[in-house]
């Protein structure tokens, strides 16, 4: 079953062709990773696909429906690049996860018991159930954004959508962040949709990689992907990433 | 205890509990978006409705709706330009600001008289409540706060991060406009009590003694509604006892609940360091 679905797709910026006929799929428990150069158009892609910015031309469908008519944006979760709240906002962490909640309760109504479950098992899920009640500022950089994927999660999202999240994660959590995705696929049935510039790692877990820089050169498992002469194409330089 | 047997004082009183309530209720949420400029920027067109008004001779029991009307009309394009203009927001602010200025300064100057109206418009005086800005203050009162009684979780969502608020498919736009809304009409309607020149200081400031003390957004915007009554009140009191304008006495007293806290957690810093020094 089709989660996602991308028909010729374009968008532009100023006159500047920022993606062009982009064509793809993303199925049901699949765990896809975007990869490409910086300005490659991966984070313009994902606001597409989150209906952020209007596509110059093409179709989005989420769960078979066009952008336009969906409703069920509960069922999406999103993890942005670099997730920051204003400097000196005053919140929790508990307030900063139960927010992922607020798609799914609706309009003018508060949070119930289950609700607070649910925000408590996904800030659990990142290992911050005992910050809580923390201020987030007070929360190193790693250990923040680690709040805005326990966000995510507490929608119990049927997608997950993830822009580059491993930025600021230190390489102690990368590991346990990686096992985590993995499990929300394969114990859950959540479609994992990661933009990464993280090659080597994410070639050990994704099912499926697709190359972007403009269009979309590449498409298929890591080792089909991965091999040097590809990823010269995509980055222009020598790179090497083990499969 | 002898001002309450005046019925001026009774209604500044009032006006004064609901506006210390609802001014820095929405001010908490323009503080944390950063922008802290737009209740004097409201304020600002608001003058020039009054201004307006004095100008065409509207009647006396209508001029707070025209008022009203003419700051939310200022609401409405400070949004369309915020949504639509490229323009940074302290730029946007100061650009609406001036014209505001500007025509309430040109339509005074036509009205030829009106000298006492405008300072107690400048100012806020206690005298100047009648009983139909009352019932003004009452009906936007009520509108605010069902609003965020209602709304208050969205709005959080939509000032912490707007993107991902839009993204778990909250209507922002609708929510922004309605909220902007509400800020002038809080706005215009304070004006009797506070004054135009320092509205803006009663949503920011009890806001800024909450930040200091408070560890989360549920404690600021308590806090903040407790500062923003207790200022009002006060400050309401002194200006009766002491024959001072009301708008001034009422900011002084926020400003002096800003200074003390500041101060105390300066000290509260300065321990802590000593102590874990000692500590090491």
Known sequence: MKVIELRNLYFSYNDRVILEDINLTVKKREYLALIGPNGSGKTTLVKLILGLLPPVCGEVLVFGTSLQQFKDWYRLGYVPQRAVLNNGFPVTVREVAA????????????????????????????????????????????????????????????????????????????????????????????????????????????????????????????????????????????????? | MDMLHYDFMIR??????????????????????????????????????????????????????????????????????????????????????SGGLALAVVFFGLSRGGVLDITSYLFGSLMTVNAADLWLILIVGAAVLLFLLFLAKELYFICSDEEAARVSGLPVDLLNRIFILLVAMTVAVSLRVVGTLLVGALMVIPVLTSLIVGRSFRQVVYLSLVLGVLSSLLGLTASYQFGLAAGGCVVLVALAFFIVSYGLKGLHTLFKKRSLVKNE
């Open chain 1, 99 to 243: 927010a992922g909640r607020f798609g799914r309760v609706g309009l003018c109504r508060n949070l119930k018991r289950e609700d607070w479950e649910a925000v408590e098992e996904a800030l659990d899920m990142v290992g911050l159930l005992s910050l809580q009640h923390k201020p987030l500022l007070e929360l190193s950089g790693g250990q923040q954004q680690r709040v805005f994927i326990a966000r995510a999660l507490a929608g119990q999202p049927d997608i997950l959508i993830l822009d580059e999240p491993q930025v600021g994660l230190d390489d102690r959590y990368l590991h346990d962040f990686y096992c985590l995705l993995k499990h929300l696929k394969e114990e859950r049935g959540i479609t994992i949709f990661i933009v990464s510039h993280d090659i080597a790692e994410i070639g050990s877990w994704a099912d499926r990689i697709i190359c972007l820089n403009k269009k979309v050169l590449y498409q298929g498992t890591p080792r089909e992907v991965l091999t040097p002469s590809k990823l010269n194409d995509l980055y222009g330089m020598k790179l090497y990433a083990a499969n």
């Open chain 2, 12 to 97: 500044a009183l009032i006006a004064g509990l609901i506006t210390g309530l609802i001014c820095p209720a929405l001010g908490v949420f323009l503080v944390l978006r950063r922008y802290s400029f737009m209740a004097d920027t409201l304020a600002h067109i608001s003058l020039a409705g009054v201004a307006f008004g004095l100008w065409i001779g509207v009647a006396a029991e209508f001029s707070p709706l025209l008022t009203l009307l003419v700051a939310m009309i200022g609401a409405v394009m400070v949004d369309h330009l915020r949504v639509r203009s490229r323009l940074s927001a302290e730029a946007l602010l100061a650009l609406v600001m």
